[in-house]
């Protein structure tokens, strides 16, 4: 029977530091910084080593994660100051002569170690209308009709995994939690340009609020966090103009 | 967290809840069965991740359906090819209504939002995929409707989507473990479900009429595999436990391209687009074995070969063992438009870019055949063919049986939109005669002697440590190809750390998100799994699609053309597999399609 191994680069094991933002609930007053040393190989993921430390030091650091490779949206943390996902970043992409940095991502109530409590930003999402709102039927049994041209407008908004990595690194999010926030942006934008939907005028009534897109101050944080390379800024950018100008 | 309106009623600690119907876990099957159920009864789903972290969002290449869109095509030949796929162990009803129906669970997907690839006329793309013909084999033909290689996560997120159009009331992070039962008129019907709440420890009971399962496949029985972390089994454990058979078992699915050493998988849809797989000398190998559809040959095929030619010395790489998947002549265009996930898979992964180098791969863990035996309608069966009333099972922790011994890719999708929304409507349907059957006294006893066994737990042996063995002795003796002697040592290395389960100790005491605990009862159910399909894997003495018998390599039909049936029986603390399972076979449904040889 072959068990594969690794595939190349030839795999090297290291010793690394983490050093993580720890919160007990049932224990601590307030969080505090905890570090432990792992040993990790080149082609591990911030995730592996987190689980290494959960299943082999202390059972009590808690995270949230599935998938493992960046498609559930489960486990984006802060990691050296950067918004991301513990499975898409790999070890050897970091500075390991330092410290890592692990924290929750910020502005979503910390509820224990990496684990925030996500119900407000799904909250936000869910005000957007992010649904196909149709006001004609389409022929029975048959699809709607959309060229190729159309699909692709709103293309890369369909990627979003709802990882709440945008939203957690936005300095208006932080100061102002009342902000819809990018990734509720990223689904409205994702049906506003659907040329099957029917309720653009809807939704960009809802953004175009005191708490809506124009609280964006276009600090491009939200893009450079996003782990599927979602321009979300400009989607920002394109709900802003379609509010003063219309769809298209 | 919950997005319910009503509040529970609290007694003794537990929190009460009631519904007309209750659906375990949201992936692409439950949130199906929720959008029809919703709007017709009081309904809950209940899932142990939030809806959009289930691991249908994961599923790339396409779903299944002859459209034509493309080219000639018709839901017979689905049908037929389907039924060979399986390598004729499927129930050929079962597939004719998957087949059938599945044209209208693409419309329904496309007219809630769903963002498919279109062709030039604007109407949905298809593409090719393994074992999907025209005319019974002639030729590959298109037949996956797609959204580039992402067809899962835009399922998930639409009927996610429509899920919150109907204001479908959620308990997310909530664990269920345990289905009540109750006796009414001498007849077993269950009457609720026990589940444990992440967030605080609660322990509640959701009493109801009907009560779907969808709690997915049990991939994490294996260390190599596309599946994630949270693919436990539950589910399907908790039926087991309640002494509901498990059907076909030892058909376990290993899907040939997974990013070797990881299992991360890259779709079938890479080859549907014309990638090759070559052995270390740069030979198309599959044209050997294959000659007709080559690379487009069915999984279990295709994953043997691989096996088959790293064993013999073709591999590729340092130590000779993987393959290779050559996608360099596809270029740039097509792979960033129509693969780009994958691409980035292969990038982010192993440092490796699909555009100019091929990519290593070696068959991953992928997906359970068999599992919970139900009937057309969805419902969960108590033997051959004794329906449990108001209990339903869809998607890949049921079996109905519509994949045989071997999955075509493309009909899970394709599965859990029929047969999700099948349990839905027949749910539905049920609930407005039903009455609210009677809870028995302390429905959760049984859960929180558990939890609080587990919680106390203080032995010596560490859960990581048993899951660990369990997964890589699983890939060592139980993996594409099974022998009596691995199955044998398999059986012994499940039986010794079955009996080192009962010693381990957990570390986090708390209430509050304590996973520490949950993984070790998730462990409970991957060893109850692992254990009944290595057993049913010991008992079928031939080779048929998933299941490949090195000592029996031929298919037997005068024996086997059977599914396997295992019951729980007897002791079920034991940790010898014979003194608790006892194992009948079940008659295939066969309608038009009599046994061939299985060529490609
Ligand atoms: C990487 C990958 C790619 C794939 N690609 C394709 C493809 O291209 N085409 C195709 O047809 N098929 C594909 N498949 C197969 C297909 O995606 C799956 O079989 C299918 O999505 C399973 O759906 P499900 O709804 O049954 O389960 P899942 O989507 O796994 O959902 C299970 C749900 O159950 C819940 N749950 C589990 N246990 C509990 C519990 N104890 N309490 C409460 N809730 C619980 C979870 O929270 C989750 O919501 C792929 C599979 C993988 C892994
Ligand atoms: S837009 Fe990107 S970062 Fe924001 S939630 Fe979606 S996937 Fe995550
Ligand atoms: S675990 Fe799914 S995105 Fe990281």
Redo the contacts between chains.
Sequence with gaps: MVTPTPAMPAVQAFTITLNIRRFQPEVDQEARWQSFDVEVYSTDRVLDALHKIKWEQDGTLSFRRSCAHGICGSDAMRINGRNRLACKTLIKDLDITQPIYVEAIKGLPLEKDLIVDMEPFFAAFREVKPFLIANSKPEKGKERIQSIANREIFDDTTKCILCAACTTSCPVFWTDGQYFGPAAIVAAHRFIFDSRDDAAKVRLDILNDKEGVWRCRTTFNCTDACPRGIQVTQAIADVKQAILRGRR | ?STATSTPKIIDGVHYHEYDIVIVGAGGAGMRAAIEAGPNAKTAVISK??P????T??AQGGMAAALANVEEDSWEWHTFDTVKGGDYLVDQDAAEILAREA??A??DL????L??????????DQRRFGGHTRDHGKAPVRRACY??D?TG??IL?TLF??C??HGIEFYNEFYVLDVVMTTEKGKKIPSGVVAYEL?TGNIHVFQSKAIIFATGGFGKIYK?TSN???LTGDGVGIMWRKGIPLEDMEFYQFHPTG????G?LLTEGARGEGAILRNASGERFMERYAPTIKDLAPRDIISRCM?QE??EGR?A???K??VLLDCTHLGAEVLETKLP?ITE?AR?????DPVFEPV?V?PTAHYAMGGIPTNIQAEVLADNDTVIPGLYAAGECACVSVHGSNRLGTNSLLDINVFGKRAGRYASEYVKKAKMPVLPKNPADGVIALVEQMRNASGTE???SIRKELQ?SM???A?V?RTED?LKEQTDIIQALRERYKNIS???K???????LLEAIELGFLLDLAEVTVYSARNRKESRGGHMRDDFPDRNDKEYMVHTMAYLTGDAESSHAGDHIKLDWKPVVITNYQPMERKY
């Design positions: 967290m991740l939030y959009t972290r289930s691991h969002g994961a044209i209208d693409v419309i496309e007219n809630m939002g963002p498919f690839n279109r062709t030039p006329e604007g109407k949905i959204a580039a992402r996560h835009m997120q989507q429509n919150v159009k967030a190599t994630a972390h949270t990013l070797a050493g990881l991360i096996v790293v064993v591999g790489g340092p130590n063992d993987y996930d898979f982010t992964y192993l440092g490796i290593p070696m560490r859960v990581a890589e890939d060592r003796n993996q190809f691995s957990i570390h986090d708390g209430e509050r998100y304590n996973t520490d």
